[in-house]
C-alpha cells in the first residue's frame, strides 16, 4: 500500500468530497484523498508521509453532520440536560455525516463522474450556514426545553451544562468518526489480505463483512457483555444490603417472618424492603374508618432457590403458610429489575382492600429496571409465568366459594412478565378478577395486540379496544377510563400509560418509521412541536430511557398516585367516596 506525498502546511488542498469509485481495488491506496465512510483522508503530519488519526469531513459529510446535529436539538419527551443533548447531538451528526457521504456518492454513480474537490467558497458558505443555524437550533433547543420543564414541573436547570452541550457534542461526534475511520483501515487490511485468494470484487465484499461482523461481535459480545457482567457483579453485592428503616418482620404474615419458609438474608435489598415495609392494620384503619386486618406479604429472592420455578414454588408455599389464600383479595406481582415492587402499586391495592389481601411477588434478576428492561427480557417473562402459574395451581384447587379474587399486576418488564401468563382478552377475563399494568414497554405481546387491534379512530396514546368491554387504557384515571359511555362489567383490565412515558413509546422502528403516537394529536405533557425524523428521533427517545423516572409524578415512567384511582376502577371497592381517594393519593404520593 502506498501513501500520498505530504500536503504543504502552506498550502493546504481542500478535502475531497466524497467516497472511493467503485472501481478500487483493495490494493488502492487507503485514503484514495477520498471520503471514507464519512471520512475523508486524516491530517497527515506534515513532512511525516504518514496518516494521522485526526478526521475531516468531506464537504457532503459536513453538511448532513450539520442538519441532522441541528435536527437534534427538536424535543422529545422528556426534559434533557446539556450533557444529554450534547450525547444525541453528536450521535446525530455522526450519523448524518455518513448519510451526507453516502447520498453524495449515490449521485456521483449516477452521474457517473469522479469525485472532485470542494471549492473554498463553497467551505465559506457551510461556515458561515453552520454559525447561524447551529445558534438558531441551539437556541430553539433552550426554548423547547423550557417548555417541556412548564408541562412537567421541572425546575432543575443547569446553565453550566447547557453551554457545555456544543463541546460535548463535538467530542462525541469526533470520538465516532475516529471509530468509523479505524473500522474502515481495517476493511482495507481484511481486503488486501483476502485479495490473495479470491477477487477484488468478492474481496471487498467479503471484507466488509467481516468487519461488520467483528464490530457487532466486539460491541454485543464483549463491551455489553462484559458490562452487563459487571453490573450483574456490582449490584450483586448491593443485593446483600437492607434499605435503610427496614426491619426485619415481627409477624408471621410477612415472608422473612417468624415461621417463615423463605429467610429473611434471601430475600435480597428489594424483597426485604417490600416484605419489611407497608401499611399496618392500624394505619388502613385509620383511613377506612373501620376494623381492618394486617396484609400479607409472600416474597422469594434470588438466594432462596436455583431456578425461577423453585423460587416460584417456594414463594407460594410461603403465601400459603401466611394464610394469603384465605384473604378476599389475592394479588400475584411481577417484579422490575432487581425485584422493586412499587410500593404505591401495592399499598393502594392493601388499604383499597380493607387490608383483607395478599400479595406475592418474586425477584429474577440483581440489575435495576432500565438495565433489565435491556438484557433480561427472558428472565422476566419467564419469572411472570412461573409466578402465576405456581398460585393459579394452588387457587384452582380450593372451592369456588373460598377462593380469593385473584388480580395481577406488573409496571415496567414486570407489566411485560405479568401478560405472558396469558394468552389473550379472553385469558385474561377468564382467570383473573382483574389486573393493573403500568408503564407497558412497547415489545409487551399483549400491550401491542391491543393497541393495533384499536378501534379506527381511537388514538394510539388512549385505544378503545373492542369496545373497551375489559381492557382498557388512560393516562389519568382521575379523569374517567375511556370509553366512559360504553359498560365495562365483569373483569376489568386496565392499562397506565402516559404520554411522555419513553419505555411505552420506544422500539427500534422509531429509526425508519413514524408512529401513530406522534402523528396524531399530543397527550396532555408532550409539546405539539416534537416531530418524527429518521435516526434523530430513535436516538432522543433511547436517551429518555434512562431518566424516564427522573420527573415528576403522573410523567414519565413515574407512576404513584394513579394507582389508587386504577385499583379503584379495577377493584370496584364498596364504602369509598371521591374525599377518600383524595386522601389516600395524599397518603400514597404525599405533595409537597
Not at 66 to 89: E, K, M, Y
Not at 124 to 150: C, D, E, K, N, T
Not at 535 to 542: D, E, I, L, S
Amino acid at each position: 500500500m502506498t501513501n500520498d506525498p505530504p500536503e504543504s502546511p502552506s498550502s493546504p488542498s481542500p478535502p475531497a468530497d466524497d467516497l472511493p469509485s467503485a472501481s478500487d481495488g483493495p490494493s488502492s491506496r487507503e485514503g484514495g484523498g477520498r471520503a471514507e465512510a464519512g471520512l475523508v483522508e486524516p491530517s497527515p503530519s506534515p513532512g511525516s508521509g504518514k496518516r494521522g488519526w485526526s478526521p475531516r469531513l468531506s464537504l457532503p459529510g459536513c453538511w448532513g453532520a450539520l442538519v441532522l446535529a441541528c435536527l437534534s436539538f427538536t424535543p422529545s419527551l422528556l426534559p434533557r440536560g446539556g450533557v444529554l443533548q450534547g450525547l444525541i447531538c453528536g450521535i446525530s451528526a455522526a450519523i448524518g455525516a455518513g448519510l451526507g457521504v453516502l447520498a453524495a456518492y449515490v449521485w456521483r454513480a449516477f452521474a457517473d463522474r469522479d469525485p472532485r474537490p470542494a471549492s473554498r467558497g463553497s467551505w465559506r458558505v457551510l461556515l458561515i450556514s453552520a454559525i447561524i443555524l447551529f445558534g438558531l437550533s441551539f437556541g430553539f433547543g433552550q426554548y423547547w426545553q423550557h417548555q417541556i420543564r412548564g408541562l412537567m414541573g421541572v425546575t432543575d436547570y443547569n446553565v453550566l451544562t447547557a453551554v457545555a452541550c456544543p463541546f460535548i457534542a463535538a467530542l462525541v461526534l469526533w470520538l465516532l468518526l475516529v471509530a468509523g475511520r479505524g473500522l474502515r483501515r481495517l476493511y482495507h487490511w481484511a481486503a488486501r489480505l483476502l485479495g490473495r485468494w479470491i477477487g477484488p470484487r468478492a474481496a471487498r465484499v467479503v471484507g466488509w463483512v467481516v468487519v461488520v461482523g467483528l464490530a457487532w461481535s466486539l460491541v454485543s459480545g464483549v463491551l455489553l457483555g462484559g458490562f452487563v457482567n459487571a453490573a450483574n457483579e456490582a449490584f450483586s453485592v448491593r443485593d446483600t444490603e437492607t434499605p435503610e428503616g427496614v426491619h426485619q418482620p415481627t409477624t408471621a404474615l410477612r415472608s422473612g417472618g417468624p415461621g417463615s419458609l423463605v429467610p429473611w438474608d434471601s430475600l435480597g435489598r428489594q424483597g426485604r424492603a417490600f416484605a419489611g415495609s407497608g401499611p399496618t392494620a392500624a394505619q388502613i384503619g385509620a383511613f377506612t374508618h373501620r376494623p381492618a386486618q394486617e396484609p400479607v406479604r409472600a416474597y422469594a429472592g434470588l438466594e432462596t432457590a436455583d431456578s425461577t420455578e423453585a423460587r416460584a414454588e417456594r414463594a407460594v408455599a410461603d403465601l400459603e403458610r401466611a394464610g394469603g389464600f384465605a384473604r378476599k383479595n389475592l394479588l400475584v406481582m411481577t417484579t422490575t429489575g432487581s425485584g422493586w415492587v412499587d410500593p404505591a402499586a401495592v399499598d393502594s391495592f392493601e388499604y383499597l382492600g380493607d387490608g383483607d389481601s395478599a400479595t406475592v411477588a418474586m425477584q429474577y434478576s440483581y440489575l435495576p429496571s432500565w438495565l433489565s428492561y435491556l438484557v433480561d427480557q427472558s428472565k422476566a417473562r419467564a419469572a411472570g409465568r412461573d409466578l402465576f402459574d405456581a398460585v393459579y395451581d394452588v387457587w384452582s384447587k380450593l372451592p369456588h366459594d373460598r377462593r380469593p379474587r385473584l388480580f395481577v399486576a406488573g409496571e415496567s418488564l414486570g407489566s411485560f412478565g405479568g401478560e405472558t401468563a396469558f394468552s389473550g382478552e379472553a385469558d385474561l377475563r377468564n382467570r383473573t378478577a382483574g389486573t393493573l399494568f403500568a408503564g407497558p414497554p412497547n415489545f409487551n405481546t399483549l400491550f401491542r395486540e391491543f393497541s393495533d387491534d384499536r378501534e379506527a379512530g381511537s388514538p394510539e396514546i388512549e385505544p378503545v379496544y373492542r369496545d373497551g368491554r375489559t381492557v382498557r387504557f388512560t393516562d389519568d384515571p382521575t379523569t374517567g377510563i375511556p370509553p366512559a359511555d360504553r359498560p365495562w362489567d365483569g373483569t376489568r383490565v386496565l392499562y397506565l400509560m402516559h404520554p411522555s412515558d419513553p419505555i411505552v413509546w420506544w422500539s427500534p422502528s422509531l429509526a425508519l418509521s413514524e408512529p401513530d403516537w406522534i402523528r396524531e394529536k399530543p397527550g396532555t405533557d408532550v409539546l405539539g412541536s416534537m416531530v418524527w425524523m429518521p435516526f434523530v428521533t430513535f436516538w432522543q427517545v433511547t436517551a429518555d430511557l434512562p431518566f424516564s423516572t427522573g420527573v415528576p409524578d403522573g410523567h414519565g415512567h413515574t407512576y404513584k398516585a394513579a394507582y389508587v384511582d386504577g385499583w379503584n376502577a379495577v377493584m370496584r371497592p364498596t364504602g369509598f367516596t371521591a374525599q377518600d381517594l383524595d386522601r389516600l393519593r395524599e397518603i400514597i404520593q404525599p405533595q409537597g
